[in-house]
């Protein structure tokens, strides 16, 4: 049980076209739902966090507009990269949580986004 | 700034030895986690150690923190070549947070 999904797992975009990363509980309803950014060989960087039909709350420095985040349901949250750009190119990775999320996540399998 | 930082950076150890990573942080919490990262996958969580706790133990993990230093550690005893990954600390912080902050992360490599 407690499995997150992500899709896709690798993209890769022109500059300037908009990519949507969704990010899926499978076997739980998800009250919570965080969005991390992770370049090569360093640590997770919280993007935002997300509660279901609430606007999501962006981590200082993190430009709302370009990330946009939708959690249309207790299962679905998406991301999307606006007008990418070359250093929007990371590894995008979500989480899942069922109640209290400073206990309990569940991490999706991540995506990497290539921008052009 | 990041709530986490440990030590080692990376870990290079023979398979059946014992690696030990460090992770410090710097405000009040409450809990501490630790967190397994396979190159290029996501993170598998490990093991949750609260802030009245000073010990805990699951399988080959053994766990310890000490509030008063705002340190923990994370022992992996007799070490197999799949224990080759990213080791990441998060913290909790109180005051109404959802969420955890993590550590700069571990790098170990178990050589068979």
């Known amino acids: 049980g407690a499995v997150v999904s992500q899709h896709p797992s690798w993209v890769i975009c022109k500059s300037g076209t908009s990519v949507k990363i969704e990010c899926r509980s499978l076997?739980?309803?998800?009250?919570?739902m965080f969005w991390y950014r992770q370049f090569p060989k360093q640590s997770l960087m919280l993007m935002a966090t997300s509660n279901e039909g609430s606007k999501a709350t962006y981590e200082q420095g993190v430009e709302k507009d370009k990330f946009l985040i939708n959690h249309a349901s207790l299962t679905l949250s998406t991301l999307t990269v606006t007008s990418a750009h070359p250093e929007d190119s990371s590894f995008y990775i979500c989480?899942?949580?069922?109640?209290?999320?400073?206990?309990?996540?569940?991490f999706g399998p991540g995506t990497r986004l290539l921008v052009l | 700034s990041q709530q986490g930082e440990e030590d080692p950076q990376a870990l290079s150890i023979q398979e059946g030895e014992n690696a030990t990573m460090n992770c410090s942080y710097k405000t009040s919490i409450n809990n501490l986690q630790w967190y397994r990262q396979n190159s290029g996958r996501g993170l598998v969580h490990l093991i949750l150690i609260r802030s009245n706790e000073r010990e805990k133990h699951s399988g080959r993990l053994r766990v310890t923190l000490d509030t008063s230093k705002k340190s923990s550690s994370l022992l992996i005893t007799a070490s197999r070549a799949a224990d080759t990954a990213s080791y990441f600390c998060?913290?909790?912080?109180?005051?109404?947070?959802?969420?955890?902050?993590f550590g700069t992360g571990t790098k170990l490599q178990v050589i068979p």
């Open positions: 076997d739980f309803q998800a009250t919570t």
């Open positions: 989480s899942a949580s069922p109640g209290n999320p400073q206990e309990t996540q569940y």
């Open positions: 998060a913290t909790a912080r109180p005051g109404g947070y959802q969420k955890v902050t």
